[in-house]
Nanobody, 119 residues
Framework: QVQLVESGGGLVQAGGSLRLPCAAS????MGWFRQAPGKEREFVTA????????YYADSVKGRFTISRDNAKNTVYLQMNSLKPEDTAVYYC????????????????WGQGTQVTVSS
């Protein structure tokens, strides 16, 4: 059982940056997903249990960075060069021994944090 709390969302202008932390009750492989109104949830990025492997959606590669502080059981999503199309509710998710894009592989989900990027 893993409990997750993500935060750090807010309103930012296009080109700006945000960092989203996700605090977990224990260390697992972690991923970030996002969901815009009326759209399906989509994969953003993932990081392995050790932090040694990362995976990014093409839409965010080069702009977003996932990292983890294992001592704090916390993962971070650093979002730079934000675009209006990045506007969504962002969710962190946890699973065992999986680093990838499939939401069905993630067992535990946070409550989500809203990111709004104005044009």
């Amino acid at each position: 059982q893993v409990q997750l709390v993500e935060s750090g969302g807010g309103l930012v202008q296009a080109g700006g940056s945000l960092r989203l932390p996700c605090a977990a009750s224990r260390r697992t492989a972690m991923g970030w997903f996002r969901q815009a109104p009326g759209k399906e949830r989509e994969f953003v990025t993932a990081i392995s249990w050790s932090g040694g492997s990362t995976y990014y959606a093409d839409s965010v590669k080069g702009r977003f960075t996932i990292s983890r502080d294992n001592a704090k059981n916390t993962v971070y999503l650093q979002m730079n060069s934000l675009k209006p199309e990045d506007t969504a509710v962002y969710y962190c998710a946890a699973t065992r021994d999986y680093t990838g894009a499939s939401p069905g592989r993630y067992e535990y989900w946070g409550q989500g944090t809203q990111v709004t990027v104005s044009s």
